[in-house]
């Protein structure tokens, strides 16, 4: 049996198409699929959309390079719309956020509820010298210290003080545990990008910059680990 003769697309070939983060369910964003597109999913594992406005098939992250691995599919009770659960590979949204649902209405004003590219995850997307991208975070996490903006999530952080950090640190390296765990290196590398950011949080706080770390392993590199820990105790 092919899934693409259980779906029930409309009159133009369509049927509505929901990407969602297999790990923590996160409404990532909506598209439209046909039947080749739906195949295409089925064959590669990547996901694949049709374009109503270039009327073209078209491969998630092709160009950007934020794939979405296809874990799972689902289809609703009216087999008339899917579901897509992906291991998202960067941003969904073409704005660089995580996505596509960033705001909500509340209260009769539109606010976002999700860190934009200058505040948080997105930032890797956006600056072009990765091998700084340390250096540049801090740069970043230190005026947010400074100014404290509103609707900041890294300056709800500092406000928090060092409790409201390290909580977040040990949470975030609970959470690289479990992706280590679950032997997936996409959910790894997202859950170390959390827990890295967060301890550039810690030593945001305690002006410490990213050299400091740097030249602490340089300085212990080729050095034995036992050694080193016994140099400690003297």
């Known amino acids: 049996?092919?899934?693409?003769?259980?779906?029930?697309?409309?009159?133009?070939?369509?049927?509505?198409?929901?990407?969602?983060?297999?790990?923590?369910?996160?409404?990532?964003?909506?598209?439209?699929?046909n039947m080749e597109a739906i195949e295409k999913t089925l064959e590669t594992g990547y996901a694949h959309y049709w374009s109503r406005s270039r009327k073209k098939l078209w491969k998630k992250g092709?160009?950007?390079?934020?794939?979405?691995?296809?874990?799972?599919?689902l289809?609703?009770?009216?087999?008339d719309a899917v579901i897509y659960k992906v291991e998202q590979i960067g941003a969904a949204c073409h704005t660089n956020h995580r996505s596509c649902f960033y705001r909500e209405f509340y209260r009769g004003n539109i606010r976002e509820i999700e860190p934009t590219?200058?505040?948080?995850?997105?930032?890797?997307?956006?600056?072009?010298?990765?091998?700084?991208?340390?250096?540049?975070?801090?740069?970043?996490?230190?005026?947010?210290?400074?100014?404290?903006p509103?609707?900041?999530?890294t300056a709800k952080l500092f406000k928090g003080g060092v409790d409201k950090i390290a909580k977040k640190i040990g949470e975030e390296a609970s959470e690289v545990i479990i992706a280590l765990k679950n032997d997936s290196q996409g959910e790894v590398i997202y859950e170390a990008a959390d827990l890295i950011f967060h301890l550039l949080v810690g030593l945001a706080?305690?002006?410490?910059?990213?050299?400091?770390?740097l030249n602490e392993l340089k300085r212990r590199f080729g050095i034995s680990g036992i050694e080193e820990k016994n140099s400690r105790k003297q």
């Open 205 to 213: 706080d305690k002006d410490i910059p990213p050299e400091a770390i």
């Open 117 to 148: 590219v200058g505040d948080f995850k997105g930032i890797i997307y956006k600056l072009k010298d990765k091998d700084d991208i340390l250096n540049q975070l801090y740069k970043l996490l230190q005026k947010r210290k400074k100014e404290l």
């Open 75 to 79: 289809f609703d009770c009216d087999e």
């Open 150 to 153: 509103e609707n900041s999530y």
């Open 1 to 33: 049996m092919n899934l693409t003769d259980i779906l029930k697309f409309d009159d133009k070939g369509l049927i509505p198409t929901i990407a969602v983060d297999f790990y923590n369910n996160q409404i990532l964003m909506l598209a439209y699929a």
């Open 62 to 73: 092709e160009t950007s390079g934020n794939l979405q691995k296809v874990k799972q599919i």
